[in-house]
């Protein structure tokens, strides 16, 4: 892990639907991915995992903020610009199944990303596919076969050949392991470290199961309702969670002793509303997000919205109460199941 930044996102803002009647999904998130980094976004559904990934490849329009692609200005970029930073950039679905063309051979889905790289032959793309395929643990003589003679797994890795036949520099991955059975999940997350240690790729990493992206991220990025509450080395996020949300979050990963994270999860549980919680627009930038649901609110969380501060473990936190929090070692979730050991 090195360096320079491959993806710089300041202060990005994503607005959907009508102009009068738009939702704030993303509102001022910032963040950065280094060359060999693997960052963390973390969130439940709804929290603009997602839609952040969508903007960094043009596939949502950008409402305010900036996107950086190795120094590259993307944020409003036309399509002869994406195309030329396509080989730099790639996108892993979440679905193995939806994301490979069934009526397409193997072989003419991976070599897709070639066809515009100047000075490549038919036989050096060939050589090219077949590469991709051995890296991700695939014979050659698949490229001959289509989607549905692979499972769930050797689909995903299919997916993983794609979007690595080009060496991109950014690797964007959008819950690459949910939809795949737990038998296939440490494969996955394994191949994905060995990968980024061979050809040392930068890697935002999207998922919701805690356990995983502590296994993957060397740093974590903590979403709520659009914005960010928590940032930091994952290791300092997982044993000094700085924000009630990460704790929340920590709480309902698998652990070997649940009865802490059980009464953490109630005393976030006793705090919900009776009715929806307030959105942007809707009087719900007046004070923290989270407020609604927090167990360590008061009364100033209701009235001020908490800047996402420098704490004494390190991490960013968007709480006025981080100290307190902090303060709290806690175990974090187990690595998964056949995963090698966290780096």
Do not use: W
């Amino acid at each position: 892990m090195t360096g320079r930044s491959l993806l710089a996102v300041d202060d990005l803002v994503v607005d959907l639907g009508r102009r009068r009647s738009a939702t704030r999904v993303v509102d001022g998130v910032s963040l950065t991915v280094a060359a060999g980094e693997t960052v963390g976004l973390v969130g439940e559904s709804g929290s603009g995992k997602s839609t952040i990934a969508r903007a960094i490849l043009g596939l949502t329009p950008v409402t305010d903020g900036r996107i950086g692609v190795d120094g590259v200005d993307v944020t409003h970029a036309g399509r002869r610009q994406r195309r030329a930073l396509s080989g730099d950039v790639q996108l892993v679905f979440q679905d193995p199944y939806s994301s490979l063309n069934p009526a397409r051979r193997i072989g003419d889905c991976l070599v897709e990303p070639l066809l515009n790289r100047r000075g490549l032959d038919a036989a050096r793309r060939r050589a090219l596919v077949v590469e991709a395929l051995r890296r991700v643990g695939l014979p050659a003589d698949a490229a001959h076969r289509y989607p549905g003679q692979f499972s769930g797994g050797q689909r995903q890795r299919i997916a993983l050949a794609r979007a690595l036949v080009g060496t991109p520099r950014l690797l964007v991955t959008d819950e690459p392991v949910s939809a795949l059975d737990l038998s296939v999940r440490a494969q996955i997350i394994n191949l994905l470290a060995d990968l980024q240690a061979d050809l040392g790729f930068g890697h935002l990493f999207i998922a919701h199961d805690l356990a995983v992206v502590r296994h993957l991220s060397h740093r974590i990025v903590v979403l709520y309702r659009g914005q960010v509450v928590e940032s930091g080395a994952a290791e300092t996020v997982y044993r000094r969670p700085a924000h009630p949300y990460t704790r929340a979050l920590l709480a309902a990963a698998p652990v070997p002793d649940p009865g802490p994270a059980r009464a953490a999860l109630a005393a976030v549980g006793r705090q919900q509303p009776d009715g929806p919680t307030p959105g942007p627009g809707a009087g719900g930038d007046a004070g923290c997000r989270f407020a609604a649901r927090c167990p360590y609110r008061v009364d100033a969380c209701t009235r001020q919205r908490p800047p996402l501060v420098p704490t004494a473990t390190g991490v960013l936190s968007a709480c006025l109460r981080h100290a307190d929090l902090g303060s709290a070692a806690r175990t974090a979730p187990a690595t998964p199941a056949g995963a090698s050991p966290p780096p």
